[in-house]
T-cell receptor
Framework: TQLLEQSPQFLSIQEGENLTVYCNSS?????LQWYRQEPGEGPVLLVT?????EVKKLKRLTFQFGDARKDSSLHITAAQPGDTGLYLC????????????FGTGTQLKVEL | GAVVSQHPSWVICKSGTSVKIECRSL??????MFWYRQFPKQSLMLMAT?????????EQGVEKDKFLINHASLTLSTLTVTSAHPEDSSFYIC???????????FGSGTRLTVV
């Protein structure tokens, strides 16, 4: 069974602070995706990374894929209340039937 | 962009009854659809992979006779929770994949409450 462990599990910060969420596994993934989910809704894709060592930036969000394609991180700069939500990483395995394995999740709350 | 419609968004049913949840890809054909279950403040757990025209592949520990999946066309998959019990209460989410163009697109989920 492939496991994707996210840390921290919960994070409550003030507006304007920076934060990093980690996603770690012992398995190698062909690609890794990050999603954000709000209560009562489905996850929404933020980014897909496919190359080891790849860094992608999406406004205040920076995503990195580990060199060995086993881990990833999400860094948010100057967090805003609108960033509040459940952040999920998900790994796709080559030859794994295109299934996504989701991480354990990080619940982020950004307060004014 | 790709849109996946999931209905109903919420449903309350009595113990022992069956409930059907629909998942439709509106503007693309999805050869594969996935069904997930999510408990409050937890991550998504894959229940089964649904391929058009063939039997679904269930994850370990998921009862295939309880969670019936039908993928009759390239745009529709259904999940039927049979003889529902309160422990089946959960948030169910579907996903459709069109890896050539859109990747994975998720429905908005169905909140099932069994009373």
């Amino acid at each position: 069974t492939q496991l994707l462990e996210q840390s921290p599990q919960f994070l409550s910060i003030q507006e304007g602070e920076n934060l990093t969420v980690y996603c770690n596994s012992s398995s190698v993934f062909s690609s890794l995706q990050w999603y954000r989910q709000e209560p009562g809704e489905g996850p929404v894709l933020l980014v897909t990374v496919v190359t080891g060592g790849e860094v992608k930036k999406l406004k205040r969000l920076t995503f990195q894929f580990g060199d060995a394609r086993k881990d990833s991180s999400l860094h948010i700069t100057a967090a805003q209340p609108g960033d509040t939500g459940l952040y999920l990483c998900a790994g796709e395995t080559a030859g794994g039937g295109n299934k996504l394995t989701f991480g354990t999740g990080t619940q982020l709350k950004v307060e004014l | 962009g790709a849109v996946v419609s999931q209905h109903p968004s919420w449903v309350i049913c009595k113990s022992g009854t069956s409930v059907k949840i629909e998942c439709r890809s509106l503007d693309f054909q999805a050869t594969t659809m996935f069904w997930y279950r999510q408990f409050p403040k937890q991550s998504l757990m894959l229940m089964a992979t649904s391929n058009e025209g063939s039997k679904a592949t269930y994850e370990q520990g998921v009862e295939k006779d309880k969670f019936l999946i039908n993928h009759a066309s390239l745009t529709l998959s259904t999940l039927t929770v049979t003889s529902a019990h309160p422990e089946d209460s959960s948030f169910y989410i579907c996903s459709a994949s069109d890896l050539a163009n859109y990747g994975y697109t998720f429905g908005s989920g169905t909140r099932l409450t069994v009373v």
